[in-house]
């Protein structure tokens, strides 16, 4: 299916039963749904009984890519149950302070990411890496959330180790599955 947004149309793919909960995906600039994260993401997601929608965008580094991505999130049926976010798609955390989410390596270090992180009235779940710039960690200390911090993690979340990568995929994994049971 395709969107329509004042940037032009967006992709999206659709998982799952069409009458349950909706789970948004929202990607990164050059981290599609198909990466590791969003992938597993979604496959656990549709294990635990939600419809997921996900994103596939391609955002060209020029504007403001917080308008950028409020106009996509913005173009969505609602209501959504919850968003996954990574990266640029943390954008989005303004328009989904009331929406449970699990960020992935959120832009702490945008004043408008930070902000809409703190304001969030939904449970949420924080997942950064600790070799990440993206992680401020003054910034992380200051938000009530979840969060794991995954020590030397790039801001894919993976580690000079390959089989290091996979086991830090395997926590990533494992914490959203036990955030998303409580909610």
Same mark, same amino acid.
């Given at each position: 299916m395709?969107?329509e947004?004042p940037?032009g149309?967006?992709?999206?793919?659709r998982?799952? &039963?069409?009458?349950? &909960?909706t789970?948004?995906?929202?990607p990164?600039?050059?981290?599609t749904?198909a990466? /590791?994260?969003?992938?597993?993401?979604?496959?656990?997601?549709?294990?635990?009984?939600?419809?997921?929608?996900?994103?596939?965008?391609?955002f =060209?580094?020029?504007?403001?890519?917080h308008q950028w991505?409020?106009?996509?999130?913005?173009?969505? &049926?609602? /209501?959504?149950?919850?968003v996954?976010?990574?990266?640029l798609g943390?954008f989005?955390?303004?328009?989904?302070a009331?929406?449970p989410?699990v960020?992935?390596t959120p832009?702490l270090?945008?004043?408008p990411v930070? =902000? !809409?992180?703190a304001?969030?009235? !939904?449970p949420?779940?924080?997942?950064?890496?600790g070799?990440d710039? !993206?992680?401020r960690?003054?910034?992380?200390?200051?938000? =009530?959330?979840?969060?794991?911090?995954i &020590?030397? !993690?790039?801001?894919?979340?993976?580690?000079?180790?390959?089989?290091? =990568?996979?086991?830090?995929?395997?926590?990533?994994?494992?914490?959203?599955?036990?955030?998303?049971?409580?909610?």
């Amino acid at each position: 299916m395709t969107f329509e947004t004042p940037f032009g149309p967006v992709r999206a793919e659709r998982h799952g &039963p069409n009458d349950a &909960p909706t789970a948004l995906v929202l990607p990164g600039v050059d981290y599609t749904p198909a990466r /590791p994260l969003l992938h597993f993401t979604r496959k656990l997601l549709v294990r635990r009984g939600f419809a997921v929608l996900e994103l596939w965008w391609e955002f =060209s580094r020029q504007g403001d890519p917080h308008q950028w991505v409020a106009a996509h999130v913005d173009a969505v &049926p609602g /209501p959504l149950a919850l968003v996954v976010g990574k990266s640029l798609g943390t954008f989005a955390a303004a328009r989904m302070a009331d929406v449970p989410a699990v960020w992935l390596t959120p832009l702490l270090q945008f004043d408008p990411v930070a =902000s !809409a992180l703190a304001d969030a009235r !939904a449970p949420m779940l924080l997942v950064c890496g600790g070799a990440d710039e !993206a992680t401020r960690a003054e910034v992380l200390e200051r938000l =009530s959330a979840e969060k794991l911090v995954i &020590p030397g !993690a790039d801001h894919s979340l993976e580690l000079d180790d390959p089989l290091a =990568s996979l086991d830090a995929l395997r926590q990533v994994v494992e914490r959203i599955d036990e955030f998303v049971g409580r909610l």
